[in-house]
Every structure is written in C-alpha cells, then in structure tokens.
C-alpha cells in the first residue's frame, strides 16, 4: 500500500507565500512523475505543477514565475513553493504520484485560501 500525506495548507493574504510539502511512504520501489494540482468550487481538477524523477518541470501558465515544485528522491517528498499568491489561487490543493505498480496515487488534498 502506499499513501500520500500532505502539509501546509492554510488562510493567507494576496502578495503571501505558502509551502506545500507531501510525503509517499509504503511500499514504494521509484516514483515517476509527482505534482501538484488543484480544484476550486464548481471547477475541475487542473495541473499547477509536475516534476520527474530527474528533475525535469511543468507548470501551469497561471503559475509561472510565482511557484516552483521540488522534490527529494531519497526521502520520496515533493513540495510546492508559493509566492505572490493571488485570491484566485484559493482551491484544495492535492499531491499526485505515479509509481510503477501502483499506478496514479492521490493525497487527501489540503486547503489553500487567499484573502485579505
């Protein structure tokens, strides 16, 4: 079994910064691709950001510039810097891996919100 647990969700101001982090533990042999997606009420699940397992990236055109994804190998971890948050990124943010084996696992998904 494996499981994605995520951290760093919260309340902040427009112009703020939040870190996302999310931790795979299991039976994990490699992970390919992780990443970052969000939802927001009434929309669908989007892509924010995803990166390889040789550190190859992929962001969202709304992103750019402002988040950068990362991850450790060795400890199966996968963050999400964010900067220059704006009220339209408020949406329940979830970490995304795909294993050999396991297929798509999903975190539980963590709250973001922007507002003054």
């Known amino acids: 079994q494996v499981q994605l647990v995520e951290s760093g969700g919260g309340l902040v101001q427009p112009g703020g910064s939040l870190r996302l982090s999310c931790a795979a533990s299991g039976s994990i042999f490699s992970i390919n691709d992780m990443g970052w997606y969000r939802q927001a009420p009434g929309n669908k699940r989007e892509l924010v950001a995803k990166i390889d397992s040789t550190g190859r990236t992929n962001y969202a055109d709304s992103v750019k510039g402002r988040f950068t994804i990362s991850r450790d190998n060795a400890k199966n971890t996968v963050n999400l810097q964010m900067n220059s948050l704006k009220p339209e990124d408020t949406a329940v943010y979830y970490c995304?891996?795909?294993?050999?084996?396991?297929?798509?696992?999903w975190g539980q998904g963590t709250q973001v919100t922007v507002s003054s």
């Open positions: 995304n891996a795909f294993l050999p084996g396991w297929g798509s696992k």
